[in-house]
């Protein structure tokens, strides 16, 4: 989990902006120029797979305690 939060730290769209591609990928050009290793692709297509699925579960944790806040703050408004 450390170092999905270290990766996902390292996203941010000025990141994104300055490189133009995610980390662990070939850039375009770099692909197009140099061609890609499907075996190490696969490992970081796998790779980046996995932190979207802990990121997926890490926001629906976040959606889950922000609609019982709701629904709490929802009952004491009616009483």
Do not use: D, W
């Amino acid at each position: 989990m450390k170092a999905f939060r270290a990766i996902r730290a390292s996203l941010t769209p000025k990141t994104f902006k300055k490189n133009e591609h995610l980390p662990g990928f070939p850039s375009a050009i770099q692909a197009e120029a140099n061609g890609v290793e499907l075996g190490n692709l696969n490992k970081v297509l796998l790779k980046h797979q996995e932190e979207l699925t802990l990121h997926l579960i890490e926001q629906n944790k976040k959606i889950e305690i922000l609609m019982q806040l709701y629904k709490n703050n929802k009952m004491i408004l009616i009483n």
